[in-house]
Nanobody
């Protein structure tokens, strides 16, 4: 129904920046709310950032607040994660996620579509 493909991951030096992209295809109404999660081996997938279906509101985990910025295209078929001042602890596989949202407030536990993930490695 909805397919998500991430891109933009790679190797970056600590303090550097990287921008991730997520393209959505298939059934993509304007009611899609999108977000980013990350996961390291042996740990649960953790929330990073989210954007409401209208694009009017954004939400961030405390660990990335002030460093990362989530944004999306007007058609809501693409979402970005601008990552600045990267730290080695940001190293993880980053996943794009989406959910149908009737209200303009996403449910962090309600994402049902997931991308394949893109590796981000931050060296010291």
């Amino acid at each position: 129904q909805v397919q998500l493909v991430e891109s933009g991951g790679g190797l970056v030096q600590a303090g550097g920046s990287l921008r991730l992209s997520c393209a959505a295809s298939g059934r993509t109404f304007s009611s899609l709310a999108m977000g980013w999660f990350r996961q390291t081996p042996g740990k649960d997938r953790e929330f990073v950032a989210a954007i409401s279906k209208s694009g009017g509101s954004t939400y961030y985990a405390d660990s990335v607040k002030g460093r990362f910025i989530i944004s999306g295209a007007n058609a809501k078929n693409t979402v970005y994660l601008q990552m600045n001042n990267l730290r080695p602890e940001d190293t993880a596989v980053y996943y794009c996620a989406a959910q149908w949202s009737l209200l303009d407030v996403p449910n962090i536990s309600g994402y049902e579509y997931w991308g394949q993930g893109t590796q981000v490695t931050v060296s010291s």
